[in-house]
């Protein structure tokens, strides 16, 4: 037995827009603590949202040749648009043993949860993050600036039946301040390393 041999841990980080998850993710990564998984979208970028970094920008079409050739993991219609996770992003990480952290929606999560690939199930940890009020949720979608009013209208409708769903997740985290909040992801992607049952016998 090697103790330091395991497969990578795949963290589903769910939560409402505005919840702060694609932030703690982005640090995560940057801190080299893990690898932010790039989905797939059809989404227009918003200002400051390069291709490949923050997403992979597809047309509708682009996006549906990549269904039918089956390199999704996942995919599902999340606020009017297609979002989809690769299996490039995620499956050759999780085997050499590197952890990835993936902002999914709630639908999405809950495909990956039941896919049945023995892989994904042993290295899935999932996590919610959302505000504590719905009036700080609708705030934090107001200061986005790049949204128009229609589109914060949805999101907000969306992210209030998003929120009714955290207690499908194994951790909670109510965020608040932006660095206590990063701390208290981190502690657990840390902490969930070291479980023994991760090491390979
Ligand atoms: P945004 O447009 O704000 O970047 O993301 C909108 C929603 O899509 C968020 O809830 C985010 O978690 C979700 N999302 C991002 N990537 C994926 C993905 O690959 N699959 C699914 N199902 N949802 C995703």
């Not at 640090?27 to 400051?48: F, N």
């Not at 965020?175 to 049952?197: C, P, Q, T």
Request: proline share 2%; glycine share 6%.
């Amino acid at each position: 037995m090697n103790p330091n041999s395991r497969l990578g841990i795949l963290y589903l980080v769910s939560g409402p827009s505005g919840s702060g998850k694609t932030t703690l993710c982005r640090r995560a990564a940057d801190a080299g603590i893990a690898q932010y998984a790039v989905s797939a979208t059809t989404r227009e970028p918003r200002e400051g949202e390069v291709n490949g970094i923050a997403y992979h920008f597809l047309s509708i079409d682009e996006f549906k040749e990549k269904v039918d050739a089956k390199e999704f993991i996942e995919y599902a219609n999340v606020h009017g648009n297609y979002y989809g996770t690769l299996k490039s992003e995620v499956i050759t990480h999780l085997e050499a043993g590197r952890d990835i952290v993936m902002d999914i929606d709630v639908q999405g999560a809950s495909y990956i949860r039941k896919v049945e690939n023995d892989l994904l199930q042993t290295c899935i940890v999932d996590l919610f993050v959302m505000p504590d009020s719905e009036d700080e949720l609708e705030s934090r979608l107001r200061n986005r600036m790049s949204d128009s009013e229609e589109v914060i209208k949805l999101r907000l409708e969306n992210s209030i039946e998003e929120m009714a769903r955290w207690n499908e997740y194994t951790y909670l985290l109510i965020s608040g301040n932006k660095d206590d909040d990063y701390e208290a992801f981190r502690n657990i992607l840390l902490s969930e390393r070291k479980k023994v049952s991760r090491i390979q016998a």
